[in-house]
């Protein structure tokens, strides 16, 4: 009996970068406007370096709900506002690009994005 193995290198021919922004506010709506903007500052980085709308797509919004902190570390039942996070995907063929795209995007940094 023969047994063996063997490998090969696979080049990828498709890349996801999952993208999540999140956003705090003392209403909901104040939170989702922020949130709204930091997507409009993330989506204005994309198109700057060429990911057409066709490969970015905006999934879940997840929101939170903040309660105050009691003298005691007791969480109290008064809320003190809302996070609100969403995901945001890239998909493409362009796998070197969007690769190279990710490990600068501590640019969005610069943004206020985090």
Known sequence: MVTGAASQEVASDKV?????????????????????????????????????????????????????????GVTSNEISGYRLQQT??????RVDAITALSRESNALLEKGLS
């Open 16 to 72: 996801v970068w999952t993208c999540q922004v999140e956003a705090t506010g003392a209403t909901r709506a104040e939170a989702y406007q922020r949130l709204r903007d930091s997507m409009t500052t993330l989506r204005g980085y994309l198109k700057d370096h060429q990911v057409p709308d066709s490969e970015i797509n905006e999934k879940f919004l997840d929101t939170v709900t903040l309660y105050k902190q009691l003298p005691n």
């Open 88 to 93: 945001l995907e890239v998909t493409s063929t």
